[in-house]
């Protein structure tokens, strides 16, 4: 059974569920709810009610994954020079 592209999510309810989707499509690629969950060491469940809205992620959670992507991008630019 073939899968189906994540649906892409365009409007937001809060600009952290922005950041949170932003980051960690960036951080994780495709299908990157149950990776962000691992990574952040919470249910994807969780992940999924960030993502859907239902609740809103907490800025603690978001400032992490801004720290993963700020030492990502350091890794990029030394393997770059």
């Known amino acids: 059974m073939p899968r189906h592209p994540p649906r892409k999510i365009t409007e937001f309810k809060s ?13 994780f690629g495709e299908q990157w709810q149950n990776r962000a969950a691992k990574a952040l060491a919470v249910n994807h469940r969780q992940v ?22 700020r030492r990502k991008a350091v890794k990029l630019m030394k393997v770059a020079r």
């Open 15 to 27: 600009d952290n569920q922005r950041r949170l989707v932003e980051l960690c499509e960036e951080l």
């Open 48 to 69: 999924h009610r960030w993502v859907s809205g239902e609740y809103e992620p907490p800025d603690e959670i978001v400032e992490q994954l801004g720290g993963m992507a």
